[in-house]
């Protein structure tokens, strides 16, 4: 239950502080004057989307902060608090701000929460009920998580052995296809293992003959600047005053001498050395220029086999090794193929009973939530009937195609079922879907019928309707109000509503009004004393703050609704 709501800059809210008690709260006041701005600020402490325009302006942030009185002893609020890592309570405190930097932050009894955990929560506290359900019911894709939703805990123990019977499908599915698939698929394997493979082992790959080509080609890329360069020093060896002869003389001209001192002795077979040392390069050097002829077409060949070594390296791996490494991968993933006929036969045993357990849940689920149907399609007519639909006629049709031989194909976590919720609200009109026949107001009751056979056995939500009253009035409002109220004998509702009818009914009425001075707008959600209900009903009519005839009529209004209100406590 909410207790206690605080709204901080939002919007045109400078500050509002707002308790609330058990039992049917309504919400009012003139077009325009914010009533919406009540439901943002609940979507947004309740982690929907924070949107930086709510911010009131000239402030540089907006918060708004909730207390819920919660059943400490509820499966799901535990195991929430658990995952949380703190002890569990029966006061829940909430708060949420974000900043026009950007900043959001997501707190539950002090501590620091995501978004996603915050709606994890407040999923379990909150039900609001606005505009957008309008469109979410007439999406058939919803239907079966509404049908579900009536008795879950029925279907609970079948969905999750579905879920364990999907998770051994995917696993042989994924052996079958390790083992190269079926038939056709099988072939196409091999035939590609073969291609690859073939492609490869044809490319002939030597580590390190990468490097070898690229020294080579840029040898070649450079041929003509390495001739020119050479030449010059061929030339050079070839003159009369070669450095050979030089070094030559030199050492003749040190042994004259080098009986006089041992030094030069030393020096001269150092010179000797060098000498000699020389011959060999210069020998080296002739044998390398003699050689230097590079082709153009030997270019071409070393640039089509570094291309063949690119490509293959693109395909298969960033290297040669790697390549060479996947080649042995591939050749022992063909040889399994080719003598796996046996394993695959075992996996396609085991698929097949799979798919027949998989076969009998989803009629075991279908079976369950046909049962379930029946139960939901009487009690939703009856609902319906309260509400001055008297000969409205609602049916879940199944619509399911699915055999033993398409169950694979068909199936989901949630079964095979194909529903879809068809309605007529009137006597001789035939059963169609509900976004074919279905008014405004038809709607608007027939999602308050939802809610609350839904919340029959809830004792712990907070319900909030938003404009419920879209496309109804007069009498029917008034079985809306009726409905509304009946509801919060086991449930805190709050309805933001326009029809006096429904706000008859309220416990606790509160109204907002928009001022402003000089300089600003504001907001003010005040709490009415019963005079001031009156006074507020009798707008909500039409009539003149003068008129005697409407403040008696809406007496007279708050006067037959607290009759049906005590008929009700007395009934519940």
Known sequence: MLVNLKIKNIALISEANVDFKKGFTVITGETGAGKSLLIDSLNFVLGQRADKTLIKHGQPYARVDAVFEVDVFHEKIQEFFHILGIEAEDTVRISRSMSLEGKNECRINGEQV???????????????????????????????FLLDQFDEEQLQTAKQQLRDQLAQLKDIQEQIKTLGGLDEDREKNLELLAFNIEEIESANLVVGQEEELENERNKMRNSEKMYETLRNVYEQLNQGNSLENVIKSMVYQVQSVEQYDTTLQQMKETLENIRYEFMDWQEEFLDYYQKLDYSEDALNDIEERLEVIKDLKRK???????ILEYLQTLRQK?????????????????????????????????????????VVEQAIMMELK????????????????????????????????????LFSANLGEPLK???????????????????????AQDYMKTLIFDEIDAGIGGKVGGMVGEKLYKLSLKNQVLCITHLSSIACFADKHMKIEKSSDDHNTYTNLIV???????????????????????????????????????????TK
Do not use: W
């Open 386 to 421: 309260d509400l001055g639909m008297y000969n409205a006629q609602f049916k879940v049709n199944f619509d399911n195609q699915y055999t033993i031989d398409t169950i694979e194909k068909e199936v989901t976590s949630t079964g095979a079922d194909h529903i879809e919720f």
């Open 114 to 144: 995501t978004v996603g955990m915050l709606k994890t929560l407040t999923s379990e506290l909150v039900d609001i009920y606005g505009q957008h359900d309008n469109q979410y019911l007439l999406d058939t894709k919803n239907h079966l």
């Open 528 to 570: 009415l004393n019963e005079e001031e209900k009156i006074k507020e009903i009798m707008r909500m009519n039409g009539s003149f703050d003068q008129s005697n005839y409407g403040y008696l009529h809406a007496v007279e209004m708050v006067k037959d609704a607290n009759k049906i209100k005590e008929n009700l406590k007395f």
């Open 316 to 322: 298969y791996g960033l290297s040669v090794e790697g």
């Open 433 to 455: 879907p509900l976004s074919k026949i279905i008014s405004g107001g038809e709607m608007s009751r027939f999602m308050l019928a939802i809610k609350c056979v839904l919340n």
């Open 334 to 374: 063909r040889e399994m193929l080719l003598h796996s006929e046996e394993k695959l036969q075992e996996c396609l045993v085991r698929k097949k009973q799979i798919l027949q357990n998989i076969y009998q849940s989803c009629c075991q689920l279908t079976k369950v939530r046909q049962l379930i149907a029946q």
